[in-house]
């Protein structure tokens, strides 16, 4: 038995593809059994139980004591069900998680913990201001060399995030595997036509004509979107036909975008399993974001999103190891060296970029990096 230990994170998107699609992975193709347990808020706690219950149905699904600084108080109840369950391992996403998870091995509840790491965690919750608990903000650097240092084994989104571990944590092992943000069922099966695209533009008021940028996901705090405002504006300025799509919430800063720029403009805000059916109306995918350490070391799953959906992705410097790879695989262009004069792509380049990123993305691709923490 193996534990995938979650602690407060609300069902999203995000949650069933990186979360409950791993879950199920484990269990149909590693003959293991792995089964999620997840403490979550108990603001919406019916709710959301029934939400991940409804995609996994024998995920374990806990009210969280309230407060992330009460993180020790989930002892209890993960207690319990490890002397029920009796795991070999736990595989936990996040420092929180871990340390949990490292409390139940102290005390023999489980013999491995691996831990699955996301990013820079401390650097994260400090440039991004994550929590507003000074004590927690204090811990979490101790916690996170803790959890690095003495977990088992270990997940990172990228090589960049293991550099992290080596320069700022002395991590010295190589004990590691490195698995990405990958696709989730959705995107696996997409399928790009001219005849698709182009009926998905005239839904949202594009033609076929146009040079369509799209920005998916939020655009508050650590999206940059002062950086990518200043890469937009002179684009549409120079052409009519260069649109941009956001597909994203209703925000003000896309509205002053919207006023200035009214024909050039769209926002369309996307349900999770709506955003593989759009995406494929655009060109080229911005994935563009300040020089912190937490995008540095990052893994953001819409690149692979863009990708899978034939976009070239514009990106910034320095993106985890997404900068490098576009360049390497010709799937985009660095940012500042964009320029209006670059031939958008053609349906046979959209559909090869979509099949390599399919299968570069797809966790069928990961499946001996899982097989070799399953085994250890």
């Known amino acids: 038995m193996i534990f995938y230990l979650t602690v407060n994170e609300a069902p999203s998107g995000i949650f069933s593809s990186q979360v409950i699609d791993v879950v199920k992975f484990l269990n149909k ?44 108080k989930n002892k209890f109840s993960l207690g319990v069900f490890c002397s029920i369950y009796k795991p070999k391992k736990i595989i936990a996403r996040s420092v929180i998680a871990t340390k949990l998870a ?28 994550v929590v507003n608990d000074d004590e927690l903000l204090r ?15 270990r997940i990172a989104v990228s090589n960049a995030l293991v550099d992290h571990w080596k320069t700022n944590f002395s991590y010295k092992e190589a004990k590691h595997v490195i698995i990405p943000c990958t696709l989730n069922k959705d995107f696996e099966g997409i399928k790009i036509s001219e005849e698709t695209i182009l009926n998905r533009r005239k839904e949202i008021g594009l033609n076929a004509e146009d040079n369509v940028f799209v920005y998916s996901g939020s655009v508050a705090g650590w999206q940059s979107f002062n950086l990518l405002h200043s890469f937009i504006e002179p ?25 200035a720029f ?40 819409k690149y692979a999103e863009y990708l899978a959906s034939g976009l070239k992705v514009i990106i910034s410097k320095e993106l985890g190891d997404y900068t490098q ?18 031939i958008k792509p053609s349906i046979l380049e959209k559909q090869k970029i979509s099949t390599e990123a399919i299968q570069f993305f797809s966790k069928q691709n990961y499946k001996e990096q899982y097989k070799q923490l399953i085994s250890t």
């Open 29 to 72: 193709n590693l003959e293991t059994e792995a089964r999620l347990l997840a403490f979550i808020s108990i603001r919406g706690y019916f709710a959301n139980r029934k939400k991940i219950k409804g995609e996994l149905p024998d995920a374990i699904v806990l009210p969280m004591y309230p407060k992330m600084q009460n993180w020790k």
């Open 139 to 153: 811990s979490i650097a101790v916690y996170e060399k803790e959890v690095i240092l003495k977990s088992d084994n």
């Open 235 to 259: 684009l549409l300025k120079m052409n009519v036909l260069n649109k941009i799509v956001f597909f994203s919430p209703a925000d003000p800063n896309i509205e002053k975008l919207q006023k």
């Open 102 to 129: 490292l409390c139940m091995r102290d005390k023999n509840k489980c013999v491995e913990v691996v831990y699955d790491g996301r990013g820079a965690i401390e650097a994260e919750w400090k440039e991004y201001k």
């Open 262 to 301: 009214p024909t050039q403009v769209i926002c369309k805000h996307l349900r999770s399993n709506e955003v593989a059916q759009y995406l494929l109306v655009g060109d080229y995918g911005l994935l563009i974001r300040e020089n912190s350490i937490t995008n540095k070391v990052a893994s953001p799953v």
């Open 325 to 342: 790879l576009s360049s390497e695989k010709k799937w985009g262009y660095l940012y500042t060296e964009f320029n209006d004069a670059i």
